[in-house]
Nanobody, 120 residues
């Protein structure tokens, strides 16, 4: 069974930074593409970023380009999301998942999420 555990969320002021981590266990992490999604209260879960299993291919949602960076360390079975220049509208629960692309249907296993709150 694959397990994903996110960490690194918290409360930050607008303009600040956070680094989210997602530790994966249960299967060979290095063969998985990975993604980050987020869900704000009352809104649908939306795509943030995705990275191929080698790290060679990366895609971002338009609203995070230039501010967020997805990366992975296959030796540590971990995928990261570095978030800079945070805005109040980035407030959401952030989820990592195994899979590829911008559609939730392309993802199989999900973590429990980590809360990110950006104050103005």
């Amino acid at each position: 069974q694959v397990q994903l555990v996110e960490s690194g969320g918290g409360l930050v002021q607008a303009g600040g930074s956070l680094r989210l981590s997602c530790a994966v266990s249960g299967r060979t992490f290095s063969t998985y593409a990975m993604g980050w999604f987020r869900q704000a209260p009352g809104k649908e879960r939306e795509f943030v970023a995705t990275i191929s299993w080698t790290g060679a291919n990366i895609y971002y949602a338009n609203f995070v380009k230039g501010r967020f960076t997805i990366s992975r360390d296959n030796a540590k079975n971990t995928v990261y999301l570095q978030m800079n220049s945070l805005k109040p509208e980035d407030t959401a629960v952030y989820y990592c998942a195994t899979g590829w692309g911008s559609d939730r249907a392309g993802y199989e296993y999900w973590g429990q999420g980590t809360q990110v709150t950006v104050s103005s």
